[in-house]
């Protein structure tokens, strides 16, 4: 899976950006998508998953209530909707994709960045304070 990021750039505290996910090769209505980020001399974390049909989300906890993920399986893109924006946010974000075979778990075991089988190059976002 080919995954391209874009929308990231530069914004003021408080501001917002929404970024976009979008599968140039293959069809995504069978992955589940995930948002990663990461900080300069960081690991690289979890932010946000959407299962395959936009039923089941997480979020971690330091973005809940701020960012908002969906799909829109037709035009073959994910997004993340950021808004509150922080310096703190500041870190490139990358797009990630896993085949959705899994039978029972939860979207906090699957969002994980070890789960994950495609990645995207990232798009630098850098909130100013």
């Known amino acids: 899976l080919q995954l391209v990021e874009s929308g990231g750039g530069l914004v003021q505290t408080g501001g917002s950006l929404r970024l976009s996910c979008g599968a140039t090769d293959t069809a995504i209505d069978s992955y589940i998508i995930g948002w990663f980020r990461q900080a300069p001399g960081k690991e690289r974390e979890r932010v946000s998953c959407?299962?395959?049909?936009?039923?089941?989300?997480y979020y971690s906890g330091s973005v809940k209530g701020r960012f908002t993920i969906s799909r829109d399986n037709a035009k073959n893109t994910v997004y993340l909707q950021m808004n509150g924006l922080k310096p703190d946010d500041t870190a490139r974000y990358y797009c990630?994709?896993?085949?959705?075979?899994?039978?029972?778990?939860?979207?906090?075991?699957?969002?994980?960045?070890?789960?994950?089988?495609?990645w995207g190059k990232g798009t630098l976002v850098t909130v100013s304070s």
């Open positions: 990630a994709a896993v085949r959705n075979t899994y039978v029972i778990a939860t979207m906090d075991f699957i969002c994980d960045r070890h789960n994950m089988e495609d």
């Open positions: 959407i299962s395959t049909n936009d039923a089941t989300t």
